[in-house]
């Protein structure tokens, strides 16, 4: 990576690590700068503003996020797919939780940084998927399902453990950092979802 891609890398991270403790408003520039250990000078070379700083965290998030969805092809079997996706999402929530919460916190608010991303290649990739989905049930290897709740159903289960991570600790004494933990609820969301989509 050439130095100017790894502190343009760095500052993300620091940005993404602030703004989702702080939020959009909470978070400075200064407090920006200084994670990613320089001046605010040099921040600003690679982004303009706190603005655009954020939504450049949000763009990386959002194809990081949809990634696994991309994958879904008419040619493969649904239900591999559908469990891939789940364990792919899952580690997602393992691995990124200050992710997920960020892109959660954004859409809670109203989307107003993000809307025009949501509005165009997120509703074009789900779109595309729709159809893969239906060809699917058309061809009778997944249960007639609405396409749509069936993706609202996979992203609510699996970013539930990061978005609500405090919760799930609370309840359950434990988090997806547990290996234990995590197989076990790798292991209900499969039996959960899959039954509910195979073929009657």
Not at 48 to 73: C, G, H, I, M, Q
Not at 112 to 124: I, K, R
Not at 132 to 137: E, H
Not at 159 to 166: E, K, L, T
Request: proline share 4%; glycine share 4%.
């Amino acid at each position: 990576m050439r130095n100017s891609e790894k502190k343009r890398a760095t500052i993300l991270e620091a940005a993404l690590c602030t703004f989702s403790k702080y939020g959009l408003h909470g978070a400075s520039i200064d407090q920006i700068a200084l994670q990613a250990d320089v001046s605010k000078t040099n921040l600003f070379y690679y982004f303009s503003n706190k603005e655009e700083l954020y939504v450049s965290v949000l763009r990386e998030l959002l194809d990081l996020w949809l990634k696994p969805l991309r994958a879904f092809t008419v040619e493969q079997d649904p239900i591999d797919a559908i469990r891939n996706y789940v364990r792919v999402k899952l580690e997602f929530s393992r691995d990124h939780p200050a992710e997920s919460r960020l892109f959660c916190m954004e859409v809670m608010q109203g989307a107003p940084l993000l809307l025009a991303e949501l509005q165009q290649p997120l509703h074009d990739l789900v779109e595309n998927k729709i159809e893969v989905i239906q060809t699917w049930i058309d061809q009778g290897k997944l249960a007639p399902v609405e396409p749509y709740h069936l993706i609202f159903s996979l992203w609510a289960t699996t970013q539930h453990y990061a978005d609500f991570r405090v919760q799930v600790e609370a309840v359950a004494g434990k988090t997806l950092g547990d290996p234990d933990f995590f197989q076990e609820t790798l292991n209900s969301l499969e039996t959960i979802i899959l039954n509910g989509v195979r073929p009657r």
